[in-house]
DNA sequence: AATGAATGAGCATTCATTCAT
DNA sequence: GATGAATGAATGCTCATTCAT
């Protein structure tokens, strides 16, 4: 039960899935694997296995290319800028995976279990943004709610790069400003509504 | 009777949609709408023609309610904030319909066709937020990844909001500030530097 | 969903089931039955359930057999050796059937409510022999043992019969005085067994 | 080594097949018998051999179980009753073996020699209650319709007994009671009449 | 236009058996 | 001999679609 068929299993489900959606049939995935039909099962018992499995095998793998190598010191702003430019970049490098990330966290198949082992393994990527939140309009909001929207950003982000991979550096650079624009104070005095006082507070 | 029945289908599909999965079956949607299995076949002739009209009609539906009644003139950004409110109590009033949006979306079941009609659809909802754009980080991106990073903050904050009703003020307040900050031009000089330029470059 | 091709399925499930056995694929009894694979699961939603009704089916065949018409009137062992033989005649008319019946009990697809309703279905039958319990080796017994047994002589001497078809008179003939004295008073004053002298109370 | 492992599978067999029918994976088998799944192949070339030979291997069991030790000399009908009790206290140590014996029995895997195996296999506990044909209503019937009929009543008492093992005592007794009615001439002058009169001509 | 049974291709999963180590 | 992963045919069941009524 080598740890490469496994691997291969979960990089053809990626195929497969960006291609077909969720209902690409694990035949087709085996084969794509170089596999026998019966053999997926023997690496997981349900196809739900496999999908938990795959979802945390691409957030584990976008999280490392967030963190991986060690984002230099400096303000936080530019750290955060390197670690998005990196996660855009994952993502462009193959939107399989961005594809196949959205369509499983958007079915019913992901366990509690799963979902919090890719929160967790997505911690030191969210950091970087998550750090921002005291002062912006998330001050006073769930820190999840940071989180969802920055994944959102880049999600937007990455999108807009598959269209158009030429232009990686605008779009990158754009979302990146965007973003953080999102996220930090805005600075203008006239912002007069209710939730931004909070927010300053 | 033909239309109101077309239409007690695409409410039956939005349930049973949002419950089940794209997988929902045919069977169970008709059953839901209180018709026979085959009829259905008569208002779409295939599951995907539903799927695309279904589209259309949560985007119609989720277009007239930002964008009716009218809203008053003033500033660009308080007209915004309003539509942003009206979005996202719009998704808030049925969380269902931004489900099956997103998951139809995801979908490969959309024609090109529908994907331009639903765009056309929301294009009075959009305005409100695209005028904002000569200025801030989307300056030189095309129209569309403006408008997909709003779509994003919206269903992240409608997302938010579907968590914790009783937050409504609270989480959509958060998101228009984030969203406006996100798309608009900060205060701060120096966000007027690197990235736009290179943007530019 | 008409009710001739219930019956059809549950003829052709008894014919396939006697020769392959429960492992009999529903696909073979669907095409037995000249109906398509998916339609058998119109009428029984899983196997189990065909098992299930195909089960009661038989037993109420067999029931009707017996009883039906009625037996005339006269001293019980001359009403029981004529259920008996009627009992035998169902068996060797369509050896297949008592097969089936077997292989369902023996198996664990049985639901506790059919089987009651199976019993049910027999008590008419059953009470040919139940009736002379007061006066045998069963007279302190269960009366479900004594059916069990008088049930057991029957099956046995059905594949007799089944052997050897034209020994259809001898065979049953001898199976009834069996059970006959299996089940009724030995009247051998040397019987000196606990049970015999409960039984002779 | 080899027969000890061979002798844990037929056992581990016994178990699975009782509790999941003779549906039980092969590899259930084996594991349940601390075994690897490929080693079973090693002693039973295929299913259906593992099959023929637990069969063989319980009604050896079965036959040594009532024949030793020895019964001490009597008159044949105290002889029959101690094979009968040894018969039914054999069922009632393991309920499992009588299951598993009437499981493969009733499918289509036995061959004709295992089958001719077995029976030569119980010769001896059947021998105590064939040497009563030349009286009963089995006088003019084949040997083994005697003997069925025997095997039937003790698998009727032993399941009875199954049911309340407390009452080990009382069905036995009375199931004895009831074979030797069944195959013995009963008293009753006027049980001489009709049948056998008929399955003599 | 409505009904709902019939169809059959398609799918996840199981399992006896093989075979490289 | 022992192991246990690999195989692929087989199976129960689902579901979009058709069609006779």
Redesign the interface.
């Given at each position: 039960m080598s740890d490469q068929r496994r691997t291969a299993l979960l990089e053809a489900a990626t195929r497969a899935i960006a291609r077909?959606?969720?209902?690409a049939p694990t035949a087709s995935i085996a084969t794509e694997a170089g596999v026998s039909a019966g053999s997926l099962f023997n690496y997981f018992p349900t196809k739900t296995t496999l999908l938990n499995a795959l979802y945390l095998h691409l957030k584990r793998d976008l999280a490392a290319a967030v963190v991986e190598p060690p984002i230099p010191p400096g303000p936080l702003r530019e750290r955060a800028?390197e670690g998005w430019r990196r996660w855009i970049r994952w993502g462009a490098a193959d939107p399989d995976k961005q594809?196949v990330l959205?369509?499983i966290e958007?079915?019913?198949e992901l366990t509690a279990q799963t979902r919090e082992d890719g929160i967790e393994a997505m911690q030191g990527a969210d950091s970087l943004f998550a750090e921002a939140q005291p002062a912006?309009?998330?001050a006073?909001?769930?820190l999840?709610?940071l989180v969802?929207?920055v994944a959102?950003?880049a999600?937007?982000t990455m999108?807009?790069v598959a269209h158009e991979p030429a232009e990686f550096?605008?779009?990158s650079?754009?979302?990146?400003?965007?973003?953080w624009?999102?996220?930090?104070t805005?600075?203008?005095?006239s912002?007069t509504?209710?939730?931004?006082r909070r927010?300053q507070s």
């Open positions: 077909d959606g969720l209902a800028r594809r959205m369509l958007a079915s019913h912006g309009p998330f006073d909001q769930p999840e709610f969802a929207t959102a950003m999600a937007t999108e807009a550096e605008s779009r650079n754009a979302g990146f400003t965007a973003t624009g999102a996220i930090g805005s600075g203008r005095p912002d509504g209710t939730d931004e927010n």
